[in-house]
Every structure is written in C-alpha cells, then in structure tokens.
C-alpha cells in the first residue's frame, strides 16, 4: 500500500473546506464585483476570509491582496517593489535556497539590469542575518529572505533580518509558503513589509493564495496583472470566491494536533542508515535525509512503497540536483541519495 508522504509539495482539500467551498460553486456563484444582492454574498465572504487570514499574521484585512498562489504573490513582490525603480535600478538581497519561483524572478530582473545578491547558506541551511546586513548597499530596496526552506525545513531568523531591513528603511519581504499557519507570524512583531501565502500547504485548495502588502492602499508596488480594479487595483480578474472562502477556512480549521504519521515515521525511520540535513531549528514534519548507501536506499525503497519527493516538486520536473543540497555542500552523489520525506501539517508553535 502507497503512503502519501508528500505534504510539503502540497496537501489534500479538508472535507469541512471543500464542504465550504461548495456552496460557492453552485448557489452563491455571482461575480462579487456584480452590484446585486448575490454580488454582496460574495463580496461578503471573501471580506470573512481576508479578515481570518489577516488576523493569523497580525495584519489588517485591506493589506492581503489574493493571487493564484505563493509562486504569483512572489513575483508580485519582487516584480511589483523594482519596477517602481524601473529607471534607476535597485539591489535586491535574497538567497541561494530560495524556491525556484523568487531564484527564477531574481534572474528575469538580473537580465533586465537590477542587482541582484544571493546569499549563501552555512552547512545547515542557515542563512545569516549578519550576512544580509553586510550586503546592504546604498540603492537596496528590498530584501527576500523565505521562512521556512520547502527542502531542508529549516526555520530562518526573520525576525532579526526583518529588524536589519526595518534599521537601514529596506522593504522585507518572505516567502512564507511553508511556514504559514505552522509557525506563529506576527508582522509587526517580525518587521514583515511583504509575505506570501498559498492555500494548497495547509489543507486549502490549489490556485489561490495571498501576498501580504503592509499599508496596501498607499504601496506603491506596480501591479503584474491589470483588471478591472479588484484587490485594491492590485490585482486584476474576477476573484474565486469559493477558492478564496477555501483558503480562509483552511485556516480557520488548519489542525493543532501532531498527526498519528509523525510518531509512526520516527518509529521507522529509526531502522535506516542516513544522516538529517538541516539545522537544530528545523520543522518537525519536514525530514530531507541523505541514505548512507546505494544499498540503503535500495532496502528502504524496497520495503516501503512511501510517495516522497527527491528535492522539491519543481526540481523533479528540471530532473536536476537540488539547487538547495549544492548550496549547503553536497556533491551530486550525495544529493542523488537525498530524499525529502514531509508528514502531515499541524502547528508547531
Ligand atoms: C517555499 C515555497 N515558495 C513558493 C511555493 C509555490 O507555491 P504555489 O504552488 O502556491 O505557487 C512553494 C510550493 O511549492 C514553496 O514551497
């Protein structure tokens, strides 16, 4: 019998979201821009989700504008905050283990003249706040430095680079794609100016997630998508609303408790050979770990017919070593015997 030990790439929709979602889909399905009675339905219950996902972070309601996804909310940010110095050029700071998505953005925006720094990751996958601040340069404008790392787990101090950021008046902006809902995110506390958020990480659907904009109605960050002024202008097309009741009612119902899976893996995992990438602030559902042998592997593929993943999900499709193991020092041997094993998302802390 396959056991789906994917999560990190993406989780199923919760019964109590679909159930939800539904009624969205076929009895109040009016555009929420439409000016009827219906339309304010709608209006209304996407008001509801923004306000729940706005409280979890410490924001206010009118500073999450939704998207597609976390892939799309982080090239609103990175794309929306340098095109506003499309004639000067700015200097990003990010990292060398970010997702594919901020890497791949980064690199459009390289080409097109910014300035770019990636910072690189001790062994453990930490990234320094020391180094970021030495980084800071006289034109940056933003730093984006991810949460929590989709690969390795490991939980980065944003805290203190959003302090960095906040000291030298640099927009900071994460990648919290894995750590939202899991781990306690506090804007203000963590000098958080932009977060992204997706809804397939944490039992809501597929194709909706949400960037975080502080003080949204005065940002001067440049739209990617123009529409018909939906999302404060900031994000055009007709919003989803059963997709974005979905994602506010995953988060309204994402689980506290430790699933029964984390006990039973550690039970098992505990019969094979391998070491455990990652640094001691690591989340406890992601394990990326290296066999110490061919044979290793061999027995542990033969015995357990697990769904896992080699890296993340995007670096399967390039067929590529992960770009994360190279960074943290592993050759492409050992990163060939690496796989990410992610249990069932539950809140940590
Ligand atoms: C850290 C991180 N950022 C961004 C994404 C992309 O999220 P989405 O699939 O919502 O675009 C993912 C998911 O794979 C992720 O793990």
Redo the contacts with the bound molecule.
């Keep these: 019998m396959t056991l789906y030990l994917d999560y990190?790439?993406s989780t199923p929709v919760s019964t109590v979201v679909l159930d939800e979602m539904n009624l969205w889909q076929k009895e109040h399905f009016a555009n929420p821009s439409a000016d009827h009675i219906e339309g304010s339905y709608s209006t209304r219950a996407i008001q509801n989700a923004r306000e729940i996902i706005a409280k979890k972070i410490g924001a206010m309601p009118s500073e999450i504008v939704f998207t597609?996804?976390?892939?799309?909310a982080?090239n609103m940010a990175l794309k929306g905050i340098a095109f506003k110095y499309l004639n000067e050029k700015c200097h990003i700071i990010t990292s060398l283990i970010e997702?594919k998505?901020?890497l791949n953005t980064c690199d459009f925006l390289e080409k097109i003249g910014f300035e770019i720094t990636y910072i690189s990751p001790n062994e453990h996958g930490e990234i320094s706040p020391d180094k970021v601040k030495k980084s800071i340069r006289e034109n940056t404008k933003l730093i984006s430095i991810?949460h929590?790392?989709?690969e390795l787990g490991v939980i980065q101090r944003i805290s203190e680079i959003g302090a960095i950021a906040f000291e030298y008046g640099i927009l900071f902006h994460t990648?919290a794609?894995?750590s939202f809902c899991k781990l306690n995110i506090d804007v203000d506390d963590m000098d958080i100016d932009l977060l992204?958020l997706?809804?397939?990480?944490i039992y809501g659907p597929?194709g909706i997630?949400a960037l975080y904009i502080r003080d949204a109605r005065n940002s001067e960050i440049v739209p990617l998508i123009h529409g018909g002024g939906q999302e404060l202008g900031l994000r055009g097309g007709t919003s989803p609303t059963p997709l974005i009741v979905g994602l506010g009612s995953a988060v309204e119902h994402f689980p506290e408790e430790v699933s029964e899976q984390q006990n039973l893996f550690e039970q098992v995992i505990k019969d094979y050979n391998f070491v455990r990438n990652g640094s001691s602030s690591t989340l406890p559902t992601i394990w990326n770990i290296t066999f110490n042998s061919d044979d290793e592997i061999k027995r542990f593929i033969l015995e357990k017919n697990w769904l896992i993943s080699q890296g993340?999900?995007?670096n399967a499709m390039s067929n590529t070593p992960s770009h994360v193991l190279n960074a943290i020092g592993l050759s492409d041997e050992l990163a060939r015997r690496t796989f990410r094993i992610s249990l069932p998302p539950f809140k940590c802390y």
């Design positions: 990190a790439a597609s996804g976390a892939s799309e982080n997702h998505c901020i991810h929590v790392n989709n990648d794609a894995q992204s997706s809804g397939h990480k597929k997630g993340s999900a995007c």
